[in-house]
């Protein structure tokens, strides 16, 4: 990867790094949970990157793009990592508050289409986020790399012990309490576009990568029953939630007869 040099130059010399990961990050979870240690940077995921990183890891900035807590964080980096995201609109849809330009952005995608899309990036990288991720540790530790940064903790806890909520939200949390109560650990959640998701996507904790299905693309109404299915029928050991509206079930409730058949 030929931008290596330049990143690590970069990395050098800041002193308020943040990674920003998306679903194209969720197969190197264990990868950006490393290079978060070594850089001592917090980490932000969006909706498709949810439980990337433990809920509970010190580092977890959460899924909290659309908080002002969140914006603080990235406007006063002085070098973003967004590794695998599209900057979708949807993930901010709970304010519809997107956030600024970062002053230094490195932006990491299998997709050449995205690196330079939403956001203007210093450096672009055109890779795998796993194999991204594995070079840049690895480099870094040939080069006995150590960040004398000391704050990150206190930085990702700031972003998320101080989240705007609406009062709306706030009447959620009882019924999003019982659903975290009562699901085990291997369940796969799908969501909706409707307002318990919504508030849902940066509430509940969340600590396994790729069991969060919902539409972050294009915000679309009515995927999460035939999602949900879709999920039984590859996990049909694993217990699967869907949550939905009326409105977006009833676009797909011919859904149920299909999987009665299945």
Not at 21 to 35: D, F, Q, R, T
Not at 80 to 107: H, M, N, W
Request: proline share 5%; glycine share 6%.
């Amino acid at each position: 990867i030929q931008q290596i040099d330049e990143i690590i130059k970069k990395i050098l010399e800041s002193k308020r790094i943040v990674l920003l990961c998306g679903g194209g990050a969720n197969k190197a979870s264990s990868e950006i949970i490393e290079l978060a240690q070594i850089l001592k940077a917090p980490v932000i995921t969006t909706g498709n990157a949810r439980g990337l990183i433990p809920d509970q890891h010190p580092l977890n900035a959460g899924t909290t793009l659309p908080f002002q807590s969140c914006r603080e964080l990235l406007d006063s980096s002085d070098l973003v990592l967004a590794i695998g995201t599209e900057f979708s609109d949807v993930d901010v849809i709970y304010t519809g508050k997107r956030i600024t330009q970062p002053a230094y952005l490195v932006r990491v995608d299998i997709d050449s289409a995205q690196l330079q899309s939403a956001f203007i990036a210093k450096v672009a990288v055109q890779a795998d986020a796993k194999e991204f991720t594995s070079t840049l540790i690895a480099m870094l530790k040939s080069r006995d790399f150590v960040s004398h940064i000391t704050d990150a903790a206190d930085r990702a806890q700031k972003v998320r012990m101080n989240l705007d909520w609406t009062e709306q939200s706030k009447s959620h949390f009882v019924w999003l309490d019982v659903i975290t109560n009562e699901i085990p650990r291997n369940t796969i959640i799908s969501i909706d576009s409707t307002q318990l998701a919504y508030t849902s996507h940066h509430y509940l904790p969340w600590s396994s990568p790729q069991r969060w299905l919902a539409p972050y693309g294009l915000g679309t109404l009515g995927p999460a029953l035939p999602m949900g299915i879709g999920a039984k029928i590859a996990s049909p050991q694993d217990p699967v939630v869907i949550l939905a509206g009326d409105g977006g079930a009833l676009f797909t409730i011919a859904e149920l007869a299909t999987a009665r058949d299945i």
